[in-house]
């Protein structure tokens, strides 16, 4: 067989017959298309084919063969090599760090699902809040403000008036644990010297066992008239010269807890009786609207304000006389707000709500959901009462509170299998999943600061 290979390739055979004139063929035949029969092409024609070859490399998208690279794609490509190269090389620069820091130096992360419940309240459930709580009990303090409001109106006339200031002060009685009786017209001295006197006589309450004064609020009016007796700053402290060489007058004081307003000498404008009433209604709904805000100012971050907290009450202040036939009606909304302790009412609220309510501090999630309804609200002296009883209605949903910075350093150094453990001294906590790095380690990092911790609360 191989012989056969061989046998089919053979050299062409020469030609021995004499060469015989050239005469041109009228048509060309298949042997005159051999290599050896080919004429070189004249200077001009092949002169006109490389042109006609480099115009076609010019046109767009031509390509003489697979794979050349001068075509006017390839081209572009390289063209832009320099620049995309580099960029092409930053990128992947980039993503290798990133990749690289993720699993091998990026930090270890806790994260956590807290305890949560949602709770209903029925308004049947009847809670006590004390002013001075002890242990397990519910305390509630009072936060005060004062706002006013104007409206100029038409005046029909004018008078002159004179008119003295009131307003609120508590009186303090650190003395003795027993009550501490004052007389009619006992002396209230301003730190301007100015005198201000209760009406009837008031008694004070003894200071507690625990060394707490025991407090009064009660209203004062000024010696004189005049603009000159207001006094605004609340917390303004004041004596009792009545007291002056008794053992007593160290250990009363008393402290502005609302404004004394109302003192005026002048001409006082006359107003029409419906428009004067029409216009104190309409301020003191304005009014009503800006309590709220008001408020919310003064309650602390940690603290809860509830809707139906509020004990408001309005006083019309004289009638200001302008210019012309122009009068200043004034209204002032003095407000007290019974204000909660957020964690304290979330865990009186875990505790009425749950059979078994986990340890821990609270945070009630949505107090706006909320409504508050004092017991005998009409009745309740919310200066001086001890405690009030109240109802709520609503929806809410208690998280507990983990101090993730406690965390972090329970679980520094330790072995990853320790996470349950620790987990264990903290109650708030319902599950929690570590991811360390880089992969390899079994332990937390050495430093809480390559530590963090996710909350994630789930939605009730």
């Not at 209903?120 to 242990?135: C, D, F, G, M, R």
């Not at 800006?290 to 809707?307: F, H, M, R, S």
Request: glycine share 6%.
């Amino acid at each position: 067989m191989g012989n056969a290979m061989f046998d089919d390739i053979r050299p062409p055979q020469e030609d021995t017959t004499p060469e015989a004139p050239q005469t041109p063929p009228a048509t060309p035949s298949a042997a005159d298309h051999s290599i050896r029969n080919i004429s070189p092409l004249e200077t001009q024609e092949r002169e006109s084919r490389r042109a006609k070859r480099a115009e076609r490399r010019r046109l767009p998208g031509f390509s003489s063969r697979e794979g050349d690279s001068t075509t006017p794609r390839k081209r572009s490509l390289f063209a832009m090599n320099g620049l995309g190269v580099w960029v092409l090389a930053g990128i992947l620069l980039v993503g290798t760090l990133s990749l690289i820091g993720f699993v091998f130096i990026g930090k270890t992360t806790i994260t956590i699902v807290p305890q949560q419940e949602s709770v209903t309240l029925s308004p049947n459930v009847v809670y006590t809040a004390y002013k001075q709580a002890e242990n397990g009990e519910l305390g509630y303090t009072i936060v005060s403000t004062s706002v006013e409001a104007t409206k100029n109106v038409t005046a029909t006339g004018k008078e002159s008036v004179e008119e003295k200031a009131s307003g609120k002060i508590i009186v303090y009685n650190n003395f003795d644990t027993a009550p501490q009786r004052l007389i009619k017209n006992t002396r209230f001295q301003a730190p301007n010297g100015e005198i201000y006197r209760v009406r009837d006589s008031i008694t004070v309450p003894g200071k507690r066992s625990d060394g707490t004064p025991g407090t009064l609020e009660v209203t004062v009016y000024a010696d004189k008239a005049g603009s000159e007796q207001n006094i605004t700053a609340l917390g303004t402290r004041f004596t009792i010269p009545g007291l002056m060489g008794d053992p007593r007058y160290d250990a009363f004081h008393a402290e502005l807890s609302e404004p004394i307003t109302g003192g005026f000498i002048g001409e006082r404008a006359i107003v029409d009786e419906s428009l004067l009433v029409a216009t104190q209604t309409q301020l003191r709904e304005e009014l009503r609207t800006q309590v709220a805000d008001a408020l919310n100012e003064k309650v602390a971050d940690t603290d809860v304000l509830l809707e139906g907290s509020l004990f408001t009450t309005f006083e019309s202040r004289p009638v200001a006389y302008t210019e012309g036939d122009v009068a200043q009606v004034r209204e002032v909304a003095l407000v007290n707000a019974v204000v909660f302790n957020e964690s304290d009412l979330a865990r009186i609220l875990a505790t009425a709500a749950l059979a078994t309510p986990e340890d821990g501090p609270i945070a009630l999630d949505n107090p706006k959901n909320l409504t508050m309804a004092i017991v005998n609200k009409d009745d309740v002296d919310i200066a001086n009462d001890a405690l009030i009883q109240f109802t709520l209605q609503g929806s809410t949903s208690l998280t507990w509170i983990v101090d993730t910075e406690a965390l972090k350093h329970d679980l520094v150094g330790k072995h990853s299998g320790a996470l349950n453990t620790v987990m264990s001294g903290y109650p708030g906590i319902k599950s929690a999943q570590a991811t360390i790095r880089p992969f390899w380690k079994n332990e937390f990092p050495s430093e809480t600061e390559r530590i963090s911790v996710d909350l994630n609360p789930m939605t009730k």
